[in-house]
């Protein structure tokens, strides 16, 4: 235990455990807003392909006819 005590009065004195602790806390917020954001698009995706799936039930079975050109795929 006084190993560990040694350790950490050593590192906080230490100039190089105050930038490593600098850049772990914004690594962290880098992180959180990753996340975040992750889950932001992931909803936004979701949301789209549910409209779409909605929209593409509601089509007719046999198009709605609005299409241009013979079908003849020439």
Request: hydrophobic share 40%; glycine share 18%; charged share 15%.
């Amino acid at each position: 235990m006084r190993k560990i005590i040694e350790f950490a009065n050593r590192f906080r004195r230490e100039e190089d455990g105050a930038a490593m602790i600098e850049y772990t806390v914004l690594l962290g917020i880098i992180t959180a807003a990753v996340i975040v954001t992750i889950i932001a698009v992931g909803g936004w995706v979701s949301g789209q392909w549910g409209n779409l799936n909605t929209q593409l039930q509601t089509v007719p079975a046999g198009g709605t006819g609005g299409g241009s050109g013979s079908g003849s795929g020439t």
